[in-house]
């Protein structure tokens, strides 16, 4: 099983995009578990106005050891939603047993993780507000354990 840490600066207290999160984490957890993925788990870090260097330290801390490590960055790459879920599959296939995906504070991730981080992701070239990238992210997770497990939630 290739267990999921999003690994993320700030606090997402209820809302709309914590339900969100939650929704499509728990749609990961049951989709996955099928094609040997999840489940998923958040860890925010809290690093009030100590800027992006403080936060990129504590962010790759809560790396799991041994973890694929992925930066999400607008400086990324951009790749398809199968192409994702391939990744995923890979990874899972190579025995990996942890990816963290990293999600930087509202001035983005400072370059410590970027080069830490085996792979650099964008979602686009659009810049996201921090909280919707978690949202973003979920999904996409959600949608590669559903393309991986063969169901009809990706029409691509």
Do not use: K, N
């Not at 801390?61 to 951009?78: H, I, K, N």
């Not at 930087?104 to 810049?127: F, I, K, N, T």
């Amino acid at each position: 099983m290739l267990r999921v840490t999003i690994c993320a600066v700030g606090r997402l207290r209820g809302g709309p995009e914590a339900a969100l999160v939650d929704d499509y984490l728990g749609r990961f957890a049951r989709t996955g578990r099928s094609v040997g993925l999840g489940p998923a788990s958040v860890t925010e870090v809290d690093a009030r106005g100590s800027g992006a260097a403080e936060e990129g330290r504590l962010l790759l801390a809560a790396v799991p050891a041994g973890a694929v490590t992925v930066a999400l960055d607008e400086r990324g790459r951009e790749i398809s939603s199968e192409a994702f879920a391939g990744r995923l599959r890979q990874w899972a296939d190579e025995g990996r047993r942890d990816a963290a995906f990293l999600i930087g504070g509202a001035d983005g991730l400072g370059a410590e993780p970027r080069e830490a981080s085996d792979l650099m992701l964008s979602l686009g070239p659009m810049v996201w507000p921090h909280m919707l990238v978690r949202v973003m992210l979920a999904e996409q997770l959600y949608r590669a354990a559903s393309i991986l497990a063969g169901t009809p939630y990706h029409r691509g």
